[in-house]
Nanobody, 123 residues
Framework: QVQLVESGVGLVQAGGSLRLSCAAS????????MVWFRQAPGTWREFEAAISWSGGKTFYAESVKGRFTISRDNAKNTVYLQMNSLKPEDTAVYYC????????????????WGQGTQVTVSS
């Protein structure tokens, strides 16, 4: 059974930093693309960042490019999202998700999801 567990619930002031983690189990982690989506109240769940199975390629939404960094440690079956220069509009529930092999920014392409973790950025 595949499980993705996010951690790093946080309340941070604008301009601050936070790191989210997502620990995976029940899958061959090193063969899975990992992504972070987020969902603010009243909005659709949106793609934010993805990392290839090897970690050699990363992809970002324009809204977070230059501020967020996705990384992974295949030895620990964990993916991270380092978030810097946080803005109030970054406030959302953040979800990690997994799919085998190919990167996609489409929510429907990801069969495995974490439960989400709340990030709140105060102004």
């Amino acid at each position: 059974q595949v499980q993705l567990v996010e951690s790093g619930v946080g309340l941070v002031q604008a301009g601050g930093s936070l790191r989210l983690s997502c620990a995976a189990s029940g899958l061959t982690f090193s063969t899975y693309v990992m992504v972070w989506f987020r969902q603010a109240p009243g909005t659709w769940r949106e793609f934010e960042a993805a990392i290839s199975w090897s970690g050699g390629k990363t992809f970002y939404a324009e809204s977070v490019k230059g501020r967020f960094t996705i990384s992974r440690d295949n030895a620990k079956n964990t993916v991270y999202l380092q978030m810097n220069s946080l803005k109030p509009e970054d406030t959302a529930v953040y979800y990690c998700a997994a799919r085998p092999f190919a990167v996609s920014n489409q929510i429907y392409d990801y069969p495995y999801w974490g439960q989400g973790t709340q990030v709140t950025v105060s102004s």
